[in-house]
């Protein structure tokens, strides 16, 4: 699959194949899944905002906000919101849920993006790095755009899981794509990840100006055993995904 001349940002495929991370063909039932499910709902959004503490008054970037369901969290938490996104489908789902105060922006996260210097005091970037190749020029600017000792709160895939999908088992410390197969509403979507090395994506903050100050491996909600009792015990033995907390510097 990695062979594949899709690129991760879901160009357009040769007729007959479906668009690699092609968020608006699935928007709708993707977002219906995100609300409820166990990964997302009992392990990734809690730890998210768990990370984020007390955001009351902050003015807080969420790149690639998806259907708006982490920004809505934090915005009920008081904090002054900004959604951007580079599905227009997602967005439209992120409209319907968010009031008219929080602002919403098509922008692929490899462009500029269309803010001032030290704008926001905290960037969220919940599981969208690793469909980026060069986190470098990403993180200079999320750099750029957050005030000196803003925070970028990032969950990624866990990169133990990563080297575990396609076999024979690649170089660790290589950064290299994977494509897998996801079923959605029913149909099968193509999607394109990339891999590092947990010293490369250290490496890739601290040269864009950032310094770590956590690193975390969390528990899902311990509520939601009785919900999901056939996923639970996975997801609390087995590593799922990595979070960081990064200070700008």
Known sequence: MERDTE????LAAPAGRARVNDYDSFAEAYSAANESNLVNAHYERPAMLALAGDVAGRRILDAGCGAGTLSAALHDRGAVVTGIDASTGMLALARQRLSEDVPLHVVDL??????????????????VLHYLEDWGSVLAEVRRVLRSGGRLIASVDHPVVAYTIQEPRPDYFATSSYTVEWTIDGKSVPMRFWRRSLQAMIDAC????????????????????DL???GFHDLATKPCFLFLVLEAT
């Open 110 to 127: 490899t462009d500029r993006l269309p803010f001032t210097a030290g704008a926001f005091d905290d960037v969220v970037a919940s599981l």
């Open 206 to 225: 601290t040269t864009a100006g950032f310094h770590l100050s956590a690193l975390s491996e969390p528990q899902p909600d311990p509520a939601a055993r």
């Open 7 to 10: 690129n991760a940002e879901g």
């Open 228 to 230: 999901f009792p056939d």
